[in-house]
Antibody
Framework: EVQLLESGGGLVQPGGSLRLSCAASGFTFSNFGMSWVRQAPGKGLDWVSTISTAGNSFYADSVTGRFTISRDDSKNTVSLLLSSVRADDTAVYYC????????WGQGTTVTVSS | DVVLTQSPLSLPVTLGQPASISCKSSQSLVHSDGNTYLNWFQQRPGQSPRRLIYRVSNRDSGVPDRFSGSGSATDFTLKITRVEAEDVGVYYCMQGTQWPRTFGQGTKVEIK
């Protein structure tokens, strides 16, 4: 069974940084791209970033230059470094398997506030 | 960027009756590899999203056959033949053809 377990969320001040991680199991991690999708309180789904199997990364315009996605195939993990965070980055951040979001984790909450 | 427009945004349905959600794309979602990467997701209250349909019309494992997807190029539809209580939630379409990926606004399905 595919499982995705996000961690690293919490309270961060505007302009600060935070690293989110997603531990994957139940599938051959190195064979799949991985994605992050977020959901602001009471809002819809917002794609954030994807990293391919080759390590190519793609970002939404709203996070380009501030967020960095990475993967470690030896540890079956994908990470998202949030930098220069703003209030509108407040959201539940979901890790999803593949570039088509086949399976989702339970999410980790990021709150940007002073 | 590809804009996906869902309608309706709110859908009250009687139990046992059909439901239909439209998703219209601002651009063709046919990829250069010939596939059309249009996916549908369900988000029940308090839960993570779950994919129901991939590549327009393919049901994910464990998805009841009362859910079906159809469409082509820019016009897509998710249908539920007979709505059950467990189908309450918000439904999103998402295009996986172009970067950046984009979602529709979501359609809230509720029981009348």
């Amino acid at each position: 069974e595919v499982q995705l377990l996000e961690s690293g969320g919490g309270l961060v001040q505007p302009g600060g940084s935070l690293r989110l991680s997603c531990a994957a199991s139940g599938f051959t991690f190195s064979n799949f791209g991985m994605s992050w999708v977020r959901q602001a309180p009471g809002k819809g789904l917002d794609w954030v970033s994807t990293i391919s199997t080759a390590g190519n990364s793609f970002y939404a315009d709203s996070v380009t230059g501030r967020f960095t996605i990475s993967r470690d195939d030896s540890k079956n993990t994908v990470s998202l470094l949030l930098s220069s965070v703003r209030a509108d980055d407040t959201a539940v951040y979901y890790c999803a398997m593949s570039t088509q979001a086949d399976v989702w984790g339970q999410g980790t909450t990021v709150t940007v506030s002073s | 960027d590809v804009v996906l427009t869902q309608s309706p945004l709110s859908l009250p349905v009687t139990l046992g009756q059909p439901a239909s959600i439209s998703c219209k794309s601002s651009q063709s979602l046919v990829h250069s590899d010939g596939n059309t990467y249009l996916n549908w997701f369900q988000q029940r209250p308090g839960q993570s999203p779950r994919r129901l349909i991939y590549r327009v019309s393919n049901r994910d494992s464990g998805v009841p056959d009362r859910f079906s997807g159809s469409g082509s190029a820019t016009d897509f539809t998710l249908k539920i033949t007979r709505v059950e209580a467990e189908d309450v939630g918000v439904y999103y379409c998402m295009q996986g053809t172009q970067w950046p990926r984009t979602f529709g606004q979501g359609t809230k399905v509720e029981i009348k």
